[in-house]
């Protein structure tokens, strides 16, 4: 049975910086590509970002890039976002997503973790 769990969510101010964690278990970890993507209150899951099992290809949405890094460790069958100078609308739900190819769309992953929650204050 597949299983992403995600932590370090919580409460920032603007500016501010988290670090998100998400563990995999059930599946060949080093195989699967890694996305990270979010839900805001009244809007559509959207790409965040995307990294290639081995490590050596990302992607981000245009409005993190510059600010958000995801790389994994692929011994701890773990991928990490971390998220810098937070903004008011990167408040969100922030999933992370397993699938065979580093895609930026929903429909690409398989596997899909339960959230955690992304608040950024002003």
């Known amino acids: 049975q597949v299983q992403l769990v995600e932590s370090g969510g919580g409460l920032v101010q603007a500016g501010g910086s988290l670090r998100l964690s998400c563990a995999a278990s059930g599946l060949t970890f080093s195989t699967y590509a890694m996305g990270w993507f979010r839900q805001a209150p009244g809007k559509e899951r959207e790409f965040v970002a995307t990294?290639?099992?081995?490590?050596?290809?990302?992607s981000y949405t245009d409005s993190v890039k510059g600010r958000f890094i995801i790389s994994r460790d692929n011994a701890r069958n773990t991928v990490f976002l971390q998220m810098n100078s937070l903004k008011l609308e990167d408040t969100a739900v922030y999933y992370c997503a397993a699938g065979r190819r580093a895609g930026l769309r929903l429909n690409e992953y398989d596997y899909w973790g339960q959230g955690t929650q992304v608040t950024v204050s002003s």
């Open positions: 990294i290639f099992w081995s490590g050596d290809y990302t």
